[in-house]
């Protein structure tokens, strides 16, 4: 079953995969450059170890947010190919619109959103 509105967001959700997918590839050269960084500096100073520390973590943090988004989006293209895209997966109502359009891989109505968060 297709409808308008799939029909709408499916393009959308393609584009946001492909450009995450462009961000976590320039990413992981990034994070790469960054720990070779730490490393030298940390064999110049051994006192600045809080630096390298911080830039560990916020690679990892970047890396889970962005895939957990990769996650969504392909959760809401499967919901596009079977049909249930905008519904609610809690109540089965029509998610608004204006909230999609606001956040394309949205799956729960404001509501139920609510409760789960
Ligand atoms: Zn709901």
């Given amino acids: ?3 308008p509105i799939s029909d709408t ?10 450009d995450l997918l462009a961000r976590l590839q ?7 450059s960054r720990a070779d960084a ?6 110049r100073a051994d006192d600045d170890g ?5 830039s560990f973590d916020l690679g990892a943090v970047l890396g889970e947010r962005e895939t957990a988004e990769l ?3 392909d959760a ?5 190919a079977d049909g249930s895209y905008g519904l609610c997966v809690t109540c089965g109502t029509q998610i ?5 359009h606001a956040q394309p891989t949205a799956e729960r109505c404001v509501g139920c959103q609510a409760r789960v968060e």
């Avoid at 809080?50 to 911080?54: A, M, N, S």
């Avoid at 809401?76 to 596009?80: F, P, Y």
Wanted: aromatic content about 2%.
């Fill in 38 to 43: 730490a490393a030298d500096k940390r064999e």
């Fill in 76 to 80: 809401a293209l499967r919901r596009v």
């Fill in 71 to 73: 996650g969504a989006i």
């Fill in 26 to 32: 320039t990413q992981r050269g990034g994070t790469r």
């Fill in 1 to 3: 079953m297709s409808t």
């Fill in 96 to 100: 608004p619109a204006a909230r999609l």
């Fill in 9 to 18: 967001f499916e393009a959308q959700l393609r584009s946001m995969r492909s």
């Fill in 50 to 54: 809080l630096d390298r520390d911080e």
